[in-house]
């Protein structure tokens, strides 16, 4: 194993912890996915499409907030109904936020 040194770690970003906070937050969901959501007598998973669709159509035309499967595999790095954890362009890149979208 090559020996690189003392390198020290980054720091986490904000984002880092961002996407940390998102993919648990995900995981909580996607466990739940068909739970029936009394209210509205969908499941977990259709009322967090519907979430994410309005999200969506208020931030531009670029596809990210996506929901917690993937059903468009040409527009994210996630295979057809894969679990998506983090939210990614087609290359696998995750998604930076203008300051208007920052938490």
Same mark, same amino acid.
């Given at each position: 194993?090559? @020996?690189?040194?003392?390198?020290?770690?980054?720091?986490?970003?904000?984002?880092? %912890?961002?996407? !940390?906070?998102? %993919?648990? +937050?995900?995981?909580?969901? *996607? =466990?739940? #996915?068909?739970?029936?959501?009394?209210?509205? !007598?969908?499941?977990?998973?259709?009322?967090?499409?519907?979430?994410? =669709?309005?999200? &969506?159509?208020? &931030?531009?035309? +670029?596809?990210?907030? +996506?929901?917690?499967? @993937?059903?468009?595999? %040409? =527009? *994210? #790095?996630?295979?057809?109904?894969?679990?998506?954890?983090?939210?990614?362009?087609? +290359?696998? *890149?995750?998604?930076?936020?203008?300051? $208007? $979208? #920052?938490?």
């Amino acid at each position: 194993m090559p @020996n690189f040194g003392s390198v020290e770690p980054l720091p986490p970003t904000k984002l880092d %912890c961002k996407l !940390g906070l998102l %993919c648990a +937050q995900r995981a909580f969901l *996607i =466990a739940r #996915a068909t739970n029936i959501v009394a209210p509205f !007598g969908e499941t977990v998973q259709q009322v967090f499409a519907r979430i994410s =669709a309005v999200r &969506d159509s208020l &931030d531009g035309p +670029q596809l990210d907030d +996506q929901g917690l499967f @993937n059903t468009d595999p %040409c =527009a *994210i #790095a996630v295979p057809a109904s894969y679990v998506n954890f983090v939210p990614t362009d087609i +290359q696998g *890149i995750t998604f930076g936020q203008t300051p $208007q $979208q #920052a938490w």
